[in-house]
C-alpha cells in the first residue's frame, strides 16, 4: 500500500507542471485519487491512509499547498529571464520523503 502511495504522489509531483496528453493524464488520475472520498475500494487514497495510519486530509491539503507553491514558482518563472531559471527552479521531492515530512508537520 505505501507503494501505491508512493506511486502517486511522485506522478503529481512529477507531472504537475507537463503539457504532454500521457504525464497530464497520470497527474490528472493522481490527484482525483487524492480528493476522491467515501470509495470502498481496497487501494483508495483513504483506506490506504487508514491502513497505513495517515490522516488523509491533512496529507491532501500538503499536496494542494505544495501544487499551488509549484503552480505559483511556474508563474514567477514565466517573468523572468530564461537564463535564470534553472537555479530557480523547485524539484519535486522523492515521494517517501514528502510523506514522511507530511507526517513530521502531522506531529
Not at 8 to 33: H, I, M, T
Not at 84 to 91: C, E, M, Q
Amino acid at each position: 500500500m505505501l507503494a501505491v502511495l508512493e506511486s502517486a504522489v511522485e506522478d503529481f509531483q512529477k507531472y504537475v507542471l507537463v503539457r504532454k496528453p500521457r504525464g497530464k493524464k497520470l497527474f490528472q488520475e493522481a490527484e482525483e485519487w487524492f480528493l476522491e472520498r467515501n470509495s470502498d475500494e481496497l487501494f483508495s487514497f483513504e483506506n490506504i491512509c487508514d491502513t497505513l495510519q495517515l490522516h488523509p486530509d491533512y496529507m491532501r491539503q500538503g499536496l494542494m499547498v505544495w501544487k499551488q507553491a509549484k503552480l505559483k514558482t511556474l508563474s514567477v518563472e514565466g517573468h523572468q529571464d530564461r537564463t535564470k531559471l534553472h537555479s530557480t527552479r523547485v524539484r519535486p521531492l522523492r515521494a517517501s520523503a514528502t510523506i514522511v515530512q507530511l507526517l513530521r508537520n502531522d506531529s
